[in-house]
């Protein structure tokens, strides 16, 4: 996968990458994600036999694609590399690329893409050389430019795209607290709906504090419904080109989540032709 992250960093730079906004042509990237690509199998280093899942999840901030792909990760032995994990990480070293991260961040700026390809770059060689067999990517591709980057030098076998009922998936986000003095995080939102059109209850039980932390929590600033819906339309108008050009390659599974865990981890795992018996005999993609 060392090939896979440089011809990535190659593709980006031929492609003028110039973070969001400066886009060049569609046709542009695609060119260069042809030519990385072809970089890439000249080297012949990419070893197709024994290697394992390729997997993205999309999901609206908030609808616990986490928690699914890093269940999922473990069971296929394959690193969950979540974007947000690797800004997080990139933020705590030291050094003025961290500083100037951080002025992003703290100005609730969007990072670019650019900064994203090279922090999955990196991700992926230093996986490379743990000798790491395939990934479930969490968080990227976020725009079709990406997607596009990502489809010039590696395969993605499937795309799960996670969806909850909008009302749920607000009082989720409504609900989260974190404990000031411990930092655990809980989820106050005890959801019971009704089905829609017929269809099953959702229920989803809240996630309590202890007792000791009960006194302690403080909901973060950016949890209103006003910034929580805005987030959410920013998710999708940047997420549905990347959910068509998935459909369009017919690699998007649209996954309902029925309601919390218990009852959405065994239908997942149904959807994808998966057991949990404890070994990783795997999918279906
Ligand atoms: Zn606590």
Redesign the pocket.
């Known amino acids: 996968m060392a090939a896979i992250s440089r011809a990535i960093r190659a593709c980006a730079a031929a492609a003028g990458w110039s973070g969001r906004g400066m886009a060049s042509s569609a046709k542009e990237v695609a060119a260069a994600g042809a030519r990385a690509a072809a970089a890439v199998a000249r080297r012949g280093r990419d070893p197709e036999d024994g290697r394992r899942v390729q997997w993205v999840f999309l999901g609206c901030p908030g609808v616990g694609k986490g928690t699914y792909a890093s269940r999922l990760s473990q069971m296929l032995r394959v690193p969950h590399i979540a974007t947000g994990d690797l800004v997080r990480d990139a933020l705590a070293s030291p050094g003025p690329f961290s500083k100037q991260l951080a002025e992003i961040v703290n100005n609730g700026k969007l990072v670019s893409d650019e900064i994203i390809i090279n922090l999955l770059s990196k991700r992926l060689e230093e996986g490379a050389e743990k000798g790491e067999l395939g990934f479930i990517l969490d968080g990227f591709p976020r725009t079709i430019r990406q997607a596009e980057i990502l489809e010039g030098v590696t395969e993605i076998d499937l795309v799960i795209n996670l969806k909850l009922r909008e009302e749920a998936l607000l009082a989720k986000c409504l609900g989260r607290r974190m ?1 000031s ?2 930092g ?1 995080n809980f989820n106050v939102a005890s959801i019971d709906m009704e089905g829609e059109n017929g269809g099953p209850r959702m229920y989803m039980p809240p996630l309590l ?1 202890p007792p ?2 009960e006194s ?1 929590l403080i909901t973060r600033a950016d949890d209103t419904e006003e910034v929580v819906k805005e987030r959410m339309r920013v998710y999708h108008d940047l997420s549905e080109p990347v959910e068509k050009f998935y459909r369009a390659r017919g690699k998007l599974l649209e996954f309902n989540l029925p309601g919390g865990i218990p009852e959405s981890w065994p239908k997942l795992l149904q959807a994808l032709n998966l057991e949990d018996s404890g070994n990783e005999r795997s999918a279906a993609a």
């Open positions: 404990c003095q411990c655990g504090p000791q932390c302690k």
